[in-house]
């Protein structure tokens, strides 16, 4: 905050430091105005963003368009132009994409041959992980993943074994290839 001096206190200054008063002023006002001009630019782009067009698109209402025909310049406007050179066949109505039902993906694969295919930890591993008799198993998760094979197309139904511990409740998955996705088969 810059000091306001009074006249009185002026009048005692010696010239020197008047001068040196006046150029640092001027070089606050400098500052601030600067300032003021980055702000101004600042609200002139919000404000522009904010009710300027959404578009770039241009207003062609109502312009001029010359175009020569067999031998003829002609005056138009360019859409009704192009419409009335340009012959279309009537398209067949397009067909609204069909929604998805639910379980289409079960049935379009029940009927394939499924090859299970178990990821189990060993003995060792298990007690390794949760010590001795410190766990169960749980359900196993299964990932289905396709297999084809030349005029042929079978599920590979990947059991992979979850284990729980009984002391701390923690959770191991056996090792298995990381594409594999779950997905519940009935």
């Not at 008047?18 to 782009?45: C, M, P, S």
């Not at 419409?83 to 029940?110: C, H, V």
Request: aromatic letters at 10%.
């Amino acid at each position: 905050m810059a000091i306001a001096y009074t006249e009185e206190q002026l009048n005692n200054f010696d010239k020197a430091t008047l001068v040196q008063l006046f150029l640092v002023q001027q070089a606050q006002l400098k500052d601030i105005d600067t300032k003021l001009q980055l702000l101004l630019e600042q609200v002139a782009v919000l404000n522009n963003h904010r009710f300027g067009k959404s578009s770039e698109k241009l207003d062609v209402d109502n312009q001029i368009c010359f175009m020569e025909v067999d031998g003829d310049i002609i005056f138009f406007n360019e859409a009704e132009a192009v419409d009335s050179l340009t012959e279309y066949d009537e398209e067949a109505p397009q067909k609204a994409p069909s929604k998805k039902t639910k379980g289409e993906r079960l049935a379009d694969i029940s009927n394939l041959p499924v090859i299970p295919v178990n990821h189990m930890m060993t003995e060792e591993e298990l007690i390794a992980e949760f010590g001795e008799d410190g766990w169960y198993q749980l359900e196993d998760e299964v990932y289905n993943r396709y297999r084809f094979t030349p005029m042929k197309v079978e599920i590979e139904a990947h059991h992979v074994g979850v284990y729980k511990s009984k002391k701390d409740n923690h959770f191991k998955k056996a090792k298995h290839p990381g594409y594999l996705v779950w997905y519940h088969l009935p």
